[in-house]
């Protein structure tokens, strides 16, 4: 089986999981799937969750498309007229309770192929980072801890750097260089050097989505019955809009899916159900909001 043969596989496995992981915490809510395909080729299953007790909208989403690399991408990969084959998992959950951190995750694929369909190139992308509102600095360790102990195995070095990706990338650089949560791990353009590298970086990937669940569900657990008034609302959704910021000014992930004639549904399913921007808006001095924004820097929580 070829490594895009094992990965579709294993993110429409992982889709399974995570859904059935997060309807379990929820409790109420199900998620409603929506096949869609490309017409130039491939497809993908959307699952959106929404009006939950725990999540107020969410998205776990699979797709593997191919066809002619579109001119737009062309340029950005500095490559001649080519095919490619795209495939990945991509989630975004928005929780009820401002107590409850929002989280980001993606684990994807990419081949690009010459006219006669011999591959030039391949590559693994991926990451998962946490935007809280509120935070408790155990949830912080925790997060952060899980993925380290997911990347360890595979060489020391790959959780700090990558850490550092992730510090970097999630990063709204008009705002002054203002992250939009507490980081997590980003990385991208793993290139595989042979067969036995790329089953490397295929468990690699595994790993990394196999921490999700254990990364995130039992903060939720902890937060999500925490009581809570309209100002942690109206904080919640200021940060929102810093969130939908980053992913319509910033995102790679986003802008790739536009230019390739990704399903506009699917790529746009990250942004929350509200947002709020306040003109020059600034927390009041002494409050716990205040106090929030020093954690919107890089720091080192293991």
Not at 162 to 172: I, L, T
Not at 178 to 206: H, S
Not at 281 to 300: I, T
């Amino acid at each position: 089986m070829t490594i895009r043969e094992q990965f579709t596989g294993y993110i429409y496995a992982l889709q399974d999981r995570i859904c059935a992981g997060l309807e379990g915490i929820d409790g109420k809510a199900k998620f409603v799937e929506d096949k869609w395909v490309r017409p130039e080729g491939g497809g993908g299953k959307t699952r959106v969750i929404s009006g939950g007790k725990v999540f107020e909208k969410g998205g776990v989403n699979t797709s593997a498309v191919h066809g002619v690399l579109p001119d737009a991408m062309q340029k950005a990969f500095n490559v001649p007229e080519s095919n490619f084959f795209a495939c990945g998992l991509s989630l975004v959950i928005h929780p009820l309770n401002p107590y409850v951190p929002t989280v980001h995750a993606n684990w994807r694929y990419f081949e690009l192929y010459d006219k006669e369909g011999k591959i030039l190139d391949s590559w693994f992308g991926g990451g998962s980072d946490l935007t809280p509102y509120y935070l408790f600095e155990e949830d912080a360790i925790h997060f952060h801890g899980v993925l380290k102990a997911a990347m360890e195995p595979f060489g020391v070095d790959k959780h700090p750097k990558y850490k550092q990706y992730c510090d970097e990338y999630f990063v709204n650089k008009h705002r002054g260089n203002e992250m939009r949560g507490i980081g997590g791990v980003f990385y991208d353009y793993l290139r595989p050097k042979d067969a036995g590298d790329a089953a490397l970086l295929m468990n690699f990937q595994r790993a990394n989505g196999d921490a999700f669940l254990p990364a995130y569900l039992p903060i939720v657990e902890k937060r999500k019955d925490i009581p809570y008034s309209e100002r942690q609302v109206e904080w919640q959704e200021i940060r929102r809009g810093r969130y939908v910021e980053f992913n319509l000014i910033h995102d790679r992930g986003t802008l790739f899916g536009l230019k390739t004639n990704g399903r506009t549904e699917s790529i746009l399913m990250s942004l929350p159900p509200r947002a709020r921007w306040e003109y020059n808006y600034q927390p009041e001095p002494g409050s716990p909001e205040e106090a929030m924004m020093k954690y919107y820097q890089p720091r080192e929580w293991v």
